[in-house]
């Protein structure tokens, strides 16, 4: 049961803002390729698969962490209905809007220079509603989802009056439900297990932290085995999805070199997230105007220039452009 008088220390949220920054920059490792990849590079391809394996749902179970710190059961509809308006506000203006210019900005420069998954018809705005991972703003279905998350998981922290340990057993069932594409609803059962494991580590907090730091280099060989077998294939996803949570989050424990820039880049996730996969595609447009990136290209030019404008186009829009924008500066906050 979530305890809603325990404090948390300022360490605490440092490293959960350090595995933030982490998990955001194998997000944008991960949008540097879109579709078709680059010739004679197939240690990328290799290193994406692994990727996906498992860092969505170390997103996820960060996303259930950072929730649950912050929920508290609801006594009364009226007190739910609030929190629903309140998450609402906190993340879908934000998926609309950045939906919106993906659509557009895809629709004017599809004619005259390379786009990855275009506009078709208009069709593609209903899309972005109905359909979020179908759309031609895919990349921001994590937003779409964690909406539907915070409010199933207000919900049914209130039936059960702060127990976390029924949404953790729903997270598990909905393992086994046929995956469905309308609201985003295949990537809600796959990843519900992941935010709800991060709701049981706060309400565990001290055994789950000692744990961690126990057992964190063991889960990391672990990890990497999986994937070096290639047993993250399939289903076998799941375990390693589950190794990443003590492997990455036990290594965002350790203070090291370097921790306190992951840090910042962890709290500015938010924005990374909503318009990394631009600041890639419009990047990757001008310089294949001029060169090619197949073959060493990718390596010494294309890869560290796109990782640099996913990471850096962004930050700099929300430090020193948003701002002057007021309501733009609060919905990617």
């Known amino acids: 049961m979530l305890n809603s008088s325990k404090p948390y220390s300022r360490e605490r949220l440092h490293d959960i803002d350090r595995a933030k920054g982490l998990a955001i920059l194998l997000v944008v490792f991960g949008h540097v390729v879109a579709r078709q990849p680059p010739l004679g590079n197939e240690w990328y391809t290799a290193a994406k698969e692994a990727v996906y394996a498992f860092h969505m749902a170390f997103f996820m179970f960060l996303s259930g962490v950072v929730f649950f710190l912050r929920a508290r059961p609801v006594s009364d509809f009226q007190a739910f209905a609030t929190g629903v308006r309140k998450r609402f506000v906190r993340l879908m203006p934000a998926y609309f809007l950045f939906a919106g210019i993906v659509f557009a900005g895809k ?12 506009v078709t018809g208009w ?10 991972m179908q759309s031609v703003s895919a990349f921001l279905w994590y937003i779409y ?3 539907l998350f915070s409010v199933c998981g207000l919900a049914l922290l209130s039936i059960t009056k702060g127990r976390v340990w029924p949404l ?4 598990v069932a909905l393992q086994f439900v046929p995956p469905v594409h309308f609201l985003g609803l295949g990537q809600f059962s796959k990843y519900f297990l992941f935010f709800a494991l991060g709701g049981a580590a706060v309400a565990l907090w001290e055994s789950y932290a000692r744990w961690v730091d126990r057992l964190w280099l063991l889960a990391m060989a672990g ?4 994937l070096a077998v290639g047993w993250d294939s399939s289903h076998g996803w799941m375990l390693a999805a589950l190794l990443s949570i003590p492997a990455l989050h036990g290594l965002c424990r350790r203070e090291f070199v370097g921790g306190r820039g992951l840090a910042f880049v962890g709290a500015m996730s938010f924005s990374i997230y909503l318009m990394n996969t631009m600041a890639i595609g419009a990047t990757k447009a001008v310089m294949l ?3 090619s990136w ?11 220039m ?3 404008a996913g990471v850096l186009l962004p930050i700099l829009l929300k430090k020193y452009v948003f701002p002057k924008l007021g309501w733009l500066d609060r919905i990617t906050s």
């Open 107 to 118: 629709w004017g420069a599809q004619n005259f220079a390379h786009v990855d998954n275009p």
């Open 123 to 132: 069709g593609g705005l209903l899309d972005i509603v109905l359909f979020p």
């Open 223 to 226: 990890l990497i085995g999986v």
């Open 294 to 304: 197949d073959g060493l290209n990718f390596v010494l030019l294309f890869f560290p």
């Open 145 to 147: 989802v964690l909406f």
């Open 168 to 171: 953790v057993a729903l997270g």
């Open 289 to 291: 105007k001029f060169a």
């Open 306 to 308: 796109l990782m640099v």
